[in-house]
């Protein structure tokens, strides 16, 4: 049974752009919101950004706006995160994770979510 699985991570230089993608059901893209959330060493984890489950509706952190960009693929059944304009800061292990409320209209990265992926790193550094 397909879970959540993420890929896409690496090492990039500061500026660069990596892609993250989170592979899921397609049961799951069309009930629950799927929401990134990184967590570097030391540090508590944090929400990045996250998908309605419609599509509809987006959310990004401060830390991300102007940067990230959240979308989904339904006929790929992929939630995809693309960084640009990386930072050093940016270095974390980043998830993706299924909403624990179904069918809600809007997403958020404030309330706790149900299922988790195994993690993808990145590592911004030159």
């Known amino acids: 049974q397909l879970q959540l699985v993420e890929s896409g991570g690496g090492l990039v230089q500061p500026g660069g752009s990596l892609r993250l993608s989170c592979a899921v059901s397609?049961?799951?893209?069309?009930?629950?919101?799927i929401g990134w959330f990184r967590q570097a060493p030391g540090k508590e984890r944090e929400g990045v950004s996250c998908?309605?489950?419609?599509?509809?509706?987006?959310v990004y952190a401060d830390s991300v706006k102007g940067r990230f960009t959240i979308s989904r693929d339904i006929a790929k059944n992929t939630v995809y995160l693309q960084m640009n304009s990386l930072k050093p800061e940016d270095t974390a292990l980043y998830y993706c994770?299924?909403?624990?409320?179904?069918?809600?209209?809007?997403?958020?990265?404030?309330?706790?979510?149900?299922?988790w992926g195994q993690g993808t790193q990145v590592t911004v550094s030159s």
């Open positions: 998908i309605s489950s419609r599509g509809g509706n987006t």
């Open positions: 994770a299924e909403d624990s409320i179904a069918y809600s209209p809007i997403c958020t990265i404030r309330r706790p979510y149900g299922r």
């Open positions: 397609a049961f799951t893209l069309d009930v629950y919101a």
